[in-house]
């Protein structure tokens, strides 16, 4: 018993340490993902800003539903959710606490995606590059419209000869990345802010209620385990007790069918309790194929 | 059993990520695979295709393979499935379970593998560069030029050395095209193997919890049973050779003494502990002649049974009277109708 009190605290000690490094990690691999990626802008007029906004919003809904697979609590809270009342009532308080913290853990890694892309600028400049007023840069004031609009698709692209040394192309470049920084700072500072605000100021609301329902969610949480560790001993336990009354038959059948005077105890009783009264090449033979052909039922009663 | 215990725990709880983890392994595998392979296009019109395919599919469907074959569940789902009924019935939800979670971790390295290659984007190029578009990104009018030529000439275009076909449509044009293409159809991939890996793990609480719990338990159990009938047969396997052994040594012994009409040694009540474990094979002669036995001659998988106790103090834990070969040989034909 102390072995498995020793091993329930350390899952109830754990569970959060463990959701936060699965956190941390997803948002290393957001980071990684992105400097590992070959970004490279088609710069044709249609389809900049389909693969400038791809790139920036579907690998965070690809993060997002990566954390919450990962996330062993979302199948708590859905089973908590969907099980029939019977003997206990369901606290909506207690879900709701475990949703919300399965959401903002999810959350880091697609914030930390945005924030990366809007800071390194590329997409921002793939997406919308199209979409600047020619006539605020000298080299693309007269120009005729489909041939500015190609140009101006091609500014992401440094190497194009269309746009190579082209001191528009690279006004046009610093112009929209400036405002992605802005916007990646921004969205960046807004975020913490509210962190700060939603951790400092939580104190002030509520208190009982999230103790209540932390309490609870970890409740939840750690009988759910302490049920598949029981089951696991259970099984183990009924395998050990099937499998010695299926050697006790054997014997039993081999006792029946041999004519051996019966044996005395005393010295040998330790090493017939190992053998099983199974001594015999043919004996063990049987013993595997009716283990084959032939498995106990399931009764150990 | 204690130690059997604290093993089939061991393995138990850890049979989930000991899985897990060989996915992971796998998974990383496969992008270190694609790392380090060396991916050359033909540059040539037909070959192009199915050269870039190729690679695309064929490895995914090894590492599948590979997920299977290195999954020691596959043996235990085998022989549950093979097994006649007999006194036991046999469960197909059981079966089901045990077959998708098998499955469904084979299908990780090969999504990985399939995802890195579109991401990368060097498949695609090499296996449509020749569908690229060239009357909207490049010179459709350039003239002198057949089908079949323009064709060679697009089908050089992954291959930048040899390229030349710059007037026709830029290289680099091509080759960005056909990179986001490829990469827009690998993030729709991942997006859409990520989606189904959501639905499938959260749909299920929704609707067949009970059944689940069920299928998972039985199937830890068989798999259990199976381990721990492994270690009991190993164990019966142990006491049956020492008993053998021993018996064996004895019988050499008691045929020597009986050769050199020995009398018989002192009575081991004053005979310690490690003259018992020599088991009457004190001379290197003897010893010589037990190992030559041991090996032209391997006792019969054939156990005497143990003697009732004597008055003279010889029926200690360890010792076994040895029975005259004759009757041996009668018992063993004895028991053999089974």
């Known amino acids: 018993m102390d072995r498995f009190r020793m091993i329930f605290q350390y899952f109830q000690s754990n569970s959060e340490s463990v959701m936060n490094g699965i956190c ?31 790139i920036m919003f579907v690998p965070p809904i690809i993060l997002f539903l990566c954390g919450l697979i990962l996330n062993r609590q979302s199948l708590v809270m859905l089973e908590e959710w969907r099980r029939p009342p019977g003997h206990r ?8 606490y475990m949703c919300s913290s399965i959401m903002q853990r999810a959350m880091v890694a ?111 949480d750690i009988e759910q385990k302490i049920f598949e560790e029981t089951c696991c001993e259970h099984s183990r336990l009924f395998a050990h007790k099937c499998i010695l009354h299926f050697f006790e038959s054997m014997q039993q059948e081999i006792k029946l069918h041999s004519f051996s005077l019966p044996r005395e105890g005393g010295g040998a009783e330790g090493r017939e309790g190992l053998l099983q009264g199974i001594t015999d090449q043919d004996q063990v033979n049987k013993l595997l194929k009716t283990w084959y052909y032939e498995k106990p039922p399931l009764d150990v009663s | 059993m204690d130690k059997f215990r604290m093993i089939f725990q061991f393995f138990q709880s850890n049979q989930e990520s000991f899985m897990n983890g060989i996915c992971g392994i796998m998974a990383l595998a496969s992008t270190q695979m ?43 789902l085998a022989e549950e499935w093979r097994r006649p009924q007999g006194q036991r019935g046999k469960d197909p939800a059981v079966l089901r379970y045990m077959f998708c979670s098998m499955a469904q971790r084979a299908m990780i390295a090969p999504a990985v593998w399939v995802s890195v290659t579109l991401l990368d984007g060097k498949c695609i190029t090499c296996a449509f560069c020749t569908s690229v578009p060239v009357e909207t990104l490049g ?25 030349n076909g710059q007037q026709l449509i830029a290289n680099e044009v091509a ?18 193997m990520t989606t189904l890996a959501f639905l499938v793990r959260s749909l299920r609480p ?94 019969p998988l054939h156990l005497h049974p143990p003697a009732l106790p004597a008055g003279n103090g010889w029926a200690g834990e360890g010792q076994l009277p040895t029975h005259p070969s004759a009757p041996r040989k009668e018992t063993a034909a004895y028991y053999s109708w089974v």
């Open chain 2, 139 to 163: 010179n459709a009018s350039h003239p002198h030029l057949s089908q079949g030529e323009i064709q060679r000439v697009l089908a050089r275009i992954p291959c930048k050395e040899i390229y």
């Open chain 1, 89 to 96: 009532k369901k606290d909506l308080a207690v879900i709701r």
């Open chain 2, 175 to 192: 080759v960005r095209y056909l990179r986001c293409i490829s990469q827009a159809l690998g993030w729709c991939f991942v997006l859409l």
């Open chain 1, 24 to 54: 941390g990690l997803l948002a290393l691999a957001s980071v990684k993902m992105y400097t590992s990626l070959d970004f490279s802008c088609p710069c044709l007029p249609q389809y900049n800003m389909a693969y400038g906004l791809g």
């Open chain 2, 206 to 299: 929704c609707f067949s919890q009970a059944a689940f719990l069920k299928s998972r338990y039985w199937s830890h159990y068989i798999d259990i049973e199976r381990k721990l009938f492994d270690e009991t047969c190993a164990e019966h396997a142990r006491s049956f050779a020492k008993v053998c052994i021993q018996q064996f040594f004895e019988g050499m012994s008691t045929d020597l003494v009986a050769a050199r009409c020995h009398l018989p040694r002192k009575a081991p009540a004053d005979a310690g502990e490690a003259a018992e474990k020599l088991l009457g094979i004190t001379d290197q002669g003897t010893m010589n002649m037990a190992l030559k036995s041991w090996h032209r001659c391997k006792p």
């Open chain 2, 34 to 76: 694609y790392s380090a392979f060396d991916f050359n296009c033909p540059c040539l019109p037909h070959y192009n295709l199915a050269y870039g395919l190729g690679i695309l599919l064929v490895p995914p469907f090894i590492l599948f393979l590979l997920g299977f074959v290195l999954n020691n569940n596959i043996s235990m």
């Open chain 1, 110 to 220: 697609p914030v930390v995606w945005i924030v990366v892309t809007l800071l390194d600028g590329k997409c921002l400049i793939c997406a919308f590059s199209g979409s600047m007023d020619p006539q605020k840069f000298v080299d693309f004031a007269n120009v005729s419209t489909e041939q500015v609009q190609q140009l101006l698709a091609k500014v992401p692209c440094k190497d194009d000869e269309l746009v190579r040394n082209n001191t528009s192309r690279k006004a046009v470049s610093r112009y929209l990345r400036c405002w992605s920084q802005a916007l990646g700072w921004s969205i960046l500072l807004i975020l913490i802010i509210a962190a700060f605000l939603a951790r400092w100021l939580r104190p002030c609301f509520n208190q009982a209620t999230l103790l209540q329902a932390r309490h609870w969610s970890n409740y939840i």
